[in-house]
Every structure is written in structure tokens, then in C-alpha cells.
């Protein structure tokens, strides 16, 4: 599958690159020129343990790129939002400047593309994603699925590659068709 991952911080740079080990073609896209640039050296914007090796690998097979700008009318079959959800001075989320990104980022997803949301965002956040896609989208039939982030700093790629198990909260079974592929390069163990 050809797969962006949108957000390239911890949960991003491991999923593009665990992705691409699976033998997948991963587009990392996130609009800091510093991380970008960081990321096709193969060196991540942060320590986690084998992550600089996996992205050389990677990088080196061809499997693997990183972009600050998506190509208009660029194809890919997922958009695999991964974008770490900033705190403030209170330790409160800032939800909005995440959403703020995945809206811009979805109104110009390819015909079929299938979008999964890793970032850690509350209850109900998806639905308002739906509302989008269903009010601007209407045409290009769009999977949408969340599949909340369980990695740990330190062993990241371990849980990456070999989960105790995957959650993945999606809206139908035809829905689920389309997306458990990609997981199933994963694991076995999903719980839909």
C-alpha cells in the first residue's frame, strides 16, 4: 500500500518507518523544513532506540521518503494521521491546532483513500471528522477509523511491530474490509 503518515514528531517518524520495514511505501509529510530535512538524513527529531537505523534502511531501499508538501493530486490508498497533540502551560491538549491540521489535510485526499487518526485526541473528535468529510467529501468515498497510539518512549518499535494488540473503532463492516489489511501486516490481534 502507498501510505502517508501526516505528523512526524515520536508517533510519526516510528509508524513511517515500521511501516516501511512491512514492505509498505510511506510518504512522510509534515510541514517543518527542520524535521523533514532531519528525516532524509535518517535521524529522528527524537531518541528512540534502532529508529535512526530503521529510517537509513528505509530511506536506502527506496520505501521510505519524507516531504514538507503533498503534490497536488497526489495517490495514495491511506492517510495515517499521527500528529502528537501539543499541551500548554496546564497540561491541557490543544485539540484544536490537531484537528485545524487533519481538516486541511483530508479535503484533499484521493478518491478512496482510507484515514486512520493514531493522534490522542477526545471522545466524539472523530464524529466531528466525519461530519467534514460528509459535508465537503461527498464523492470520494472515504474510510475513516481512529486506532489511539500505544507506544512507549524507549520501545517504540517493538510495540509498533508486535503489539499486544491493535484497536481500531471503525463505522461499518464494509468500512472495516478496506482497513484491516493494513493492520493485518501488523498483527492478528485486532480488536474492532
Known amino acids: 500500500m502507498k501510505i502517508v503518515v501526516l505528523g512526524l514528531w515520536h508517533l510519526g517518524s516510528v509508524t513511517a518507518a515500521c511501516l516501511a520495514e ?25 531518541s ?19 516531504v514538507s508538501r503533498l503534490e497536488d493530486g497526489a495517490s495514495y490508498d491511506v492517510l495515517w494521521v499521527t500528529i502528537d497533540t501539543p499541551v500548554d502551560e496546564h497540561d491541557h491538549g490543544q485539540v484544536e491546532m490537531v484537528t485545524n491540521r487533519i481538516t486541511q489535510a483530508i479535503l484533499n485526499v484521493p478518491q478512496d483513500c482510507r484515514i486512520i487518526i493514531s493522534s490522542q485526541l477526545p471522545a466524539g473528535t472523530t464524529q466531528k ?64
Not at 509529510?29 to 524535521?35: I, V
Not at 534502532?50 to 519524507?66: I, V, Y
Request: include cysteine; hydrophobic fraction near 40%.
Open 22 to 46: 512491512l514492505g509498505h511505501s510511506v510518504i512522510g509529510f509534515d510541514e517543518s523544513e527542520e524535521f523533514i530535512n532531519l528525516l532524509n538524513l535518517g535521524v529522528a527529531p527524537v
Open 48 to 66: 528512540e532506540p534502532g529508529l535512526n537505523e530503521l529510517l537509513a534502511q528505509n530511506l536506502s531501499a527506496g520505501r521510505l521518503e519524507f
Open 129 to 192: 471528522i466525519r461530519s467534514i468529510l460528509d459535508e465537503h467529501l461527498t464523492k470520494r468515498n472515504i474510510t475513516l477509523c481512529y486506532s489511539p497510539e500505544n507506544l512507549r518512549l524507549g520501545s517504540a518499535i517493538k510495540v509498533f511491530m508486535d503489539p499486544d494488540r491493535i484497536v481500531v473503532g471503525i463505522n461499518s463492516e464494509t468500512d472495516r474490509k478496506l482497513i484491516e489489511p493494513l493492520f493485518a501486516s501488523i498483527t492478528d490481534r485486532i480488536e474492532w
